[in-house]
C-alpha cells in the first residue's frame, strides 16, 4: 500500500471518528503533471458518491480532476468539478511540485 492511500484511508479513518483538525487536514495527490490539493471533507464526499474503497480514492480522484487543464496553475487554485453522480467537489489544483 501506497504512503498516499495510507494518509487518505486514515484521514477518512479519523474522520469516522468525527476529529475536527482531521477534518482540516490537507490532502495532496499527485496526479503526474498537476497536483490535486483538497480536505479530508472532500475526500469523503469523493468516497460517499462512489463504489470505491478508501485505497482507490486517489487514482479516482485523478480521473475526475483531470478533466481540468491545470499546466498553467503554479498557484493552488481552486476548482469545481461534477463526478458522474453529479455531486460536485471543489478542490485545488497546481503544477506538479515534483
Known amino acids: ?3 498516499l492511500t495510507l494518509t ?3 484521514t477518512i479513518a479519523l474522520l469516522s471518528v ?3 483538525q482531521a477534518q482540516d487536514r490537507e490532502l495532496r495527490i ?6 490535486v490539493i483538497m480536505t479530508a471533507d472532500t475526500a469523503v464526499v ?3 458518491n462512489t463504489d470505491l474503497t478508501a485505497e482507490e480514492i486517489a487514482a479516482r ?3 475526475i480532476f483531470k478533466q481540468v487543464d491545470a499546466s498553467a496553475y503554479t498557484e493552488p487554485t481552486d476548482v469545481t468539478v461534477t463526478m ?15
Do not use: L, N, R
Not at 30 to 35: H, K, Q, S
Not at 84 to 98: F, L
Open 1 to 3: 500500500m501506497s504512503k
Open 8 to 10: 487518505i484511508a486514515s
Open 18 to 20: 468525527a476529529s475536527a
Open 30 to 35: 499527485d496526479c503526474g503533471a498537476t497536483d
Open 46 to 48: 469523493i468516497k460517499e
Open 61 to 63: 480522484t485523478c480521473d
Open 84 to 98: 458522474p453522480s453529479g455531486a460536485q467537489v471543489t478542490a485545488k489544483m497546481q503544477v506538479s511540485q515534483k
